[in-house]
């Protein structure tokens, strides 16, 4: 398993902004995706943003507009931009990555997990 790091969660007013980082320890494969969820008390984990090989992007449909994914140009960087932040944005963001050209929504499609950062968003 591959080791990747989570920073930059917080405590934020609604409205607020934040950024998360995840550091990529070490190269997965020639292709790989990279991708952030987050899982909100008594909620499934979900997928939040990704970005494939090929720097396609998906977004969560309820994140459009507000969060920025983008990657530094080694790829073993991956950011989260949080604007417009929302009390139901509240939850432990983990960053995953895995092999391959595309990037699946699927969490249990990922082998690969960071540790998680907590955001939590006040009203």
């Known amino acids: 398993q591959v080791h990747l790091v989570e920073s930059g969660g917080g405590s934020v007013q609604t409205g607020g902004s934040l950024r998360l980082s995840c550091v990529l320890a070490e190269v997965i494969s020639s292709s790989y995706c990279m991708g952030w969820f987050r899982l909100a008390p008594w909620e499934e984990r979900e997928v939040v943003a990704n970005i494939d090989d090929n720097g396609g992007i998906r977004y969560a449909d309820s994140v459009k507009g507000r969060f920025t994914v983008s990657q530094n140009s080694a790829k073993n960087i991956l950011y989260l931009q949080m604007n417009s932040l929302e009390p139901e944005d509240t939850a432990m963001y983990y960053c995953?990555?895995?092999?391959?050209?595309?990037?699946?929504?699927?969490?249990?499609?990922?082998?690969?997990w960071g540790q998680g950062t907590q955001v939590n968003v006040s009203s």
């Open positions: 995953a990555a895995d092999s391959g050209s595309w990037c699946y929504d699927d969490p249990l499609k990922y082998t690969n």
